[in-house]
Every structure is written in structure tokens, then in C-alpha cells.
């Protein structure tokens, strides 16, 4: 699914300001805030659709600088779609997504974990609803042992389910080129 | 004198002055204050929040990479909720918790085949990303199965092979009877097999509508264990098919549990048999030891310790290739109240037919996955 993006000017009148936890400030088009249910409701019960109305910054304690960003990315891309339906999803373990949604979920597993989070506390159906399908799209098709490695799952189950052989209790597994980039904020300087 | 008077004036003029001063100058320091502490209010509000930032962001560093295991359970079933069976079985024997989590999520299955072949145990089901799906697996997937399944029907199978080896002179008997079909008996390890299969059975955390046994070639069908089965106890239906005469106290012992441990109205047992009719069986061996209303050819009426209740014995006989006559028995609760005219006895076709296993294509597109979203 792709929408044409028609070209409009953000004007101070149809922006909210977000404050993620890490105190950076992000400028949202009220357009925008509409693909999150929890933004959403908050711009209504405040009126801030209103221009007469001042707008305070909204502070996102549960969501960093990171986070943000990357979210307001999808938000960007995904303006002009026709509103999310719960019907929308199709179960199929072909699991085909659009190139761009591969490209920006091209990203570690605790980062998608984390955004899965920040997806659920903003209530954005459709991010959350992809994250899930692409974290299936990475356990399926594999043995346990492999999902234990992609999950860094430590197993206490005794043996394997086919060969009854003890399983080596080994948690330092973790996934080819993870870890090493997290959307978590680098450290404040002390 | 008037020098005097002017001179008091000047100092009143004075005194005021500098009493206007004094009050200027306190306003404006008052002013002042207030500033200071409004800057001082705004400096504190600032540093309240830098604090907290550097709180996050100290918390975010120091709680480490997110994991699977930190994302709550709501969260990992929306994941769990997009795998097939078969990746959820896999991320069942991961761990304990994912074993759990993977429990909550049930499946809808309109029917599992459990097939036990001389090697080893095989389901067959709609799986509705793979269409009809046969995976021959340990008992612990016929576990898994049993657990996160919402089964509508289950039958079990032996897959018991017709000895068709004619060249074996010496069974001279054996191979004729596989050219017409007759089985040969299953051996011992499919007998373990079927008790594994129906241990898992007491596991079924669903609730059938129904349950069908192919008993062909059974020595014993171990009928005690099965009625021991709550899942069993509580089908609306369950049904052994191909019943051989040597488990003839199969039938008796189902009437005593439908006459005795009150079963709901409506519940069925049935039987099929090729060479010997249970019916008539139950009628000469075993009507004598219940209270019986009312007894035909084809029908007997037993009364129940539950006084509205009835337990109707139905015959009905068939040829299911046109080839071989098959004698039918059903066992049903009914009202006492039901009178003769309400027993359907032509429509007998309607539950000779639940023997038969429709294609498994059929359902494949009714398969839908348990989910509320």
C-alpha cells in the first residue's frame, strides 16, 4: 500500500510540541498525532486543535529521543494512509512487507522490542501491529534452539523435544549484528 | 516668628520627600524581590526537570538492552498470535515461560487426525497457512496439541497395514483375509502408542464436540481408560468405529455410565461393527441387568437414576462399500418425556454418517485463527 503525499506547509497553529524522557522537544504536526490513539485523545480532551488554545509541551516519560524519532518517521511515512483497520490484518506466514517498512524495521531486536513498547504506550495500531508480524517473521520457519538464539532465550527446559538429548543451558547467545546500536539515550555526561 | 513657621514648613517638606523616597525605594526593592523570586521559582522548576531527565536517561543506560523476556505477556502474544502451529510448537519447547505464554493462545481446529503407525504417532489438521498439514512428532506434539487446540472433532486412528503379503505360504489364512480387508492385529508398540495418545487425551484442555475411535484391529480397547477421560465423559458425541466382538463389554459399560453417572441430555455413544451386531449382543447378554421401559427389534428405552432422563439404544444396519453389511448402535440420553414418535428411527442416516470423516480440504478455508483482533 502507498499513498501520493500532497505537499503542506506546517504552520505554529497545527503543531503540538512532545517532550521525550530524555527532555529533547519534538515539534508534531497535529496530522500526524491522529495515527496515535493516545495522542490523539489527548489533543481532544485538551482542546488543542483549537488556535485560541495555548498548547503546554506534552511530556513522554516512557519514550526516548530515539524512540521519537524513529517514530515520527513512520508517522511521516505513513500520513496519508486511509485510517488503520483492526481487519487489516492478514494472517500469513508469508510474511511480505512493503520495502521501505523492511528498511525501517531493519533493526536490532531489543530496539524493536523497545519500540514495540513505545508503539503500544502511543497506541499506534499500525506500527505495532507490523512490529509483531515482522518479530514472527524472525521466529518462524526456525528450530527452538535457533529461536532461543535469535530471542537470547534462557531455556530451562531439560530436553530437546526430538532427540531427548539434555540441552546445554548457554544464555550468551545473542543475534548477529545486535547490541551494538540501541535507540536507548547514550549516557548524560557526569 | 514667621522665620520659624518657614522653617518648620521646609522641614515638613523635607520629611516628606524623603518619606516619598523611602517608599520608592521599598517598592522598588519589594519589585526587585519578587523578581528574584520568580526567576529563583523558574530556576527551580528548570532544575526539577533537568534532575528527572538525567534520572531517565541515567535509568535508560543503566537497565541494558531490551530483551524478549521483558516485554509483557499481552505484548508477546500479539507476536505469538501471527505463528502457525508449527512455530508456535518451536517457541513452546524454548523455555517454561514461553511454554506458558504460548498456552494462553489458543488455535481453532475443526478436526485432528492422531494416526499411530508402526512408526510412531502423526497428526494430520488444517493448518490454515499450509492447508492440510500431516507432522509425525513425539508424543510431546500430540501434547502441545491437545493443549492449545480448540478441537472440534478427534479421531484416533491405527494405522494397523493389511498383511497382504501373499507370497507368505505358510499364513495361508492371514493373506486371505487381507485380500478382503481384515486386519491384522496392531502390535505392541502401537498399543503403547494409543496409551500415551489417550493420556494426553486426559490433558485436552478443550472440550470435543466429538470423538471417534477406530478400533479395527484393537485386541482390547482399553475402554476403562478412556472412560476415565474427561474430555470423553463430556463430548456430546464419541464413537468407536470398527468395534471387534472381542470388545463386546465396550457397549455395556457405556450404558452403565449413561444409566448410572448422569450424563446430559442429548450425549451419544456410538458404535460400528462388521461382523457381529452389538445391538443384538447387548439385548441378549446385558438388557436384563438395567430397568428397561420399553424394548423392540431395533430399540430399547432404559430408564436412568435421574428420573427425567432416559437412555434410548437405536440399531440400524448398512453397507458402507456395498460390499460388507455394517451394524450400527447409538446410545443417547433423552427426556423421559420424549415419546416414541420423536425417536427420528428414519433418519438414521443422519448419525451413521458422523462415522464417516469428511476431506480434510473441506474445512481448510473455514479454518480461522483464535483472535480478537
Not at chain 2, 501373499?166 to 483375509?177: A, G, K, N, R, V
Not at chain 2, 495418545?197 to 480397547?221: E, H, M, Q, S, W
Request: net charge negative; glycine share 4%; charged share 25%.
Amino acid at each position: 500500500m502507498s499513498c501520493e503525499e500532497p505537499t503542506t506547509s506546517p504552520t505554529p497553529e497545527n503543531n503540538i510540541t512532545v517532550v521525550s524522557s530524555d527532555g529533547k522537544e519534538f515539534l508534531l504536526d497535529l496530522k500526524l498525532t491522529e495515527q496515535s490513539e493516545t495522542l490523539a485523545r489527548l489533543i481532544s480532551n485538551f482542546e488543542y486543535d483549537r488556535t485560541d488554545v495555548k498548547k503546554d509541551p506534552v511530556p513522554l516519560g516512557n519514550i526516548t529521543s530515539a524512540q521519537m524519532q524513529k517514530i515520527i518517521e513512520w508517522l511521516q511515512h505513513h500520513r496519508y494512509y486511509p485510517k488503520w483497520e483492526q481487519n487489516d490484518i492478514h494472517y500469513s506466514t508469508s510474511f511480505t512487507f512493503e520495502t521501505w517498512v523492511e528498511e525501517y524495521l531493519n533493526i536490532p531486536n531489543n530496539e524493536m522490542f523497545e519500540l514495540l513498547n513505545a508503539a503500544n504506550y502511543l497506541n499506534i495500531p499500525r506500527l505495532f501491529s507490523t512490529i509483531c508480524r515482522i518479530m514472527a517473521s524472525r521466529i518462524t520457519g526456525k528450530s527452538a534452539e535457533q529461536i532461543r538464539t535469535v530471542l537470547n532465550i534462557k531455556t530451562d527446559v531439560k530436553n530437546d523435544v526430538y532427540t531427548g538429548i539434555p540441552i546445554q543451558e548457554d544464555s550468551s547467545s545473542s543475534e548477529d549484528g545486535m547490541s551494538e546500536i540501541s535507540l536507548s539515550p547514550s549516557p548524560p555526561p557526569i | 516668628m514667621e522665620k520659624q513657621v518657614n522653617f518648620n514648613e521646609e522641614l515638613l517638606e523635607e520629611i516628606r520627600l524623603l518619606r516619598r523616597e523611602i517608599a520608592e525605594s521599598t517598592r522598588s526593592r519589594n519589585e526587585n524581590s519578587a523578581k528574584l523570586v520568580d526567576e529563583f521559582r523558574l530556576m527551580r522548576v528548570e532544575l526539577n526537570k533537568s534532575i528527572a531527565q538525567i534520572g531517565h536517561r541515567l535509568i535508560d543506560f543503566m537497565k541494558g538492552p531490551y530483551n524478549w523476556n521483558d516485554l509483557p505477556t499481552e505484548m508477546k502474544l500479539m507476536c505469538v498470535d501471527q505463528l502457525d502451529v508449527f512455530d508456535r510448537f518451536q517457541l513452546w519447547n524454548t523455555s517454561s515461560s514461553d511454554r506458558a505464554l504460548v498456552d494462553l493462545q489458543k488455535l481453532n481446529f475443526d478436526k485432528i487426525q492422531i494416526k499411530i503407525t508402526t512408526e510412531g504417532v502423526s497428526a494430520t489438521f488444517t493448518n490454515m497457512n499450509h492447508g492440510v498439514m500431516e507432522y509425525k512428532f513425539s508424543n510431546l506434539f500430540i501434547e502441545f496439541l491437545f493443549k492449545i487446540g480448540k478441537i472440534e472433532e478427534l479421531w484416533i486412528d491405527i494405522d494397523k497395514g493389511l498383511k497382504n503379503d501373499l507370497e507368505e505360504e505358510e499364513e495361508d489364512i492371514l493373506s486371505l483375509d487381507a485380500i478382503w480387508g481384515h486386519p491384522t492385529h496392531i502390535d505392541e508398540s502401537q498399543q503403547n502408542a494409543l496409551n500415551d495418545v489417550i493420556f494426553c487425551l486426559g490433558n485436552l484442555n478443550c472440550k470435543p464436540r466429538k470423538i471417534t475411535l477406530d478400533a479395527i484391529g484393537f485386541n482390547t480397547v482399553p475402554i476403562d481408560q478412556l472412560r476415565a477421560v474427561s474430555s470423553i465423559e463430556t463430548a456430546k458425541l464419541w464413537q468407536i468405529r470398527n468395534l471387534d466382538k472381542v470388545n463386546t463389554d465396550c457397549v455395556r459399560k457405556v450404558v452403565q455410565d449413561f444409566v448410572y453417572m448422569g450424563r446430559a441430555i442429548g450425549t451419544a455413544f456410538q458404535v460400528s461393527a462388521s461382523d457381529w451386531n452389538p445391538f443384538d449382543h447387548f439385548s441378549v447378554n446385558y438388557v436384563y441387568e438395567f430397568d428397561v421401559v420399553s424394548q423392540s427389534d431395533h430399540l430399547i428405552r432404559l430408564r436412568t437414576e435421574n428420573q427425567k432422563k432416559h437412555v434410548l439404544l437405536e440399531h440400524s444396519s448398512g453397507s458402507e462399500d456395498g460390499f460388507m453389511e455394517t451394524e450400527y448402535l447409538r446410545i443417547r440420553v433423552i427426556p423421559s418425556t420424549m415419546t416414541e414418535s420423536e425417536y427420528e428411527t428414519d433418519r438414521d442416516w443422519i448419525w451413521k454418517e458422523e462415522f464417516e470423516m469428511s476431506s480434510f480440504h473441506s474445512s481448510y478455508y473455514d479454518q480461522s485463527f483464535d483472535s480478537d483482533w
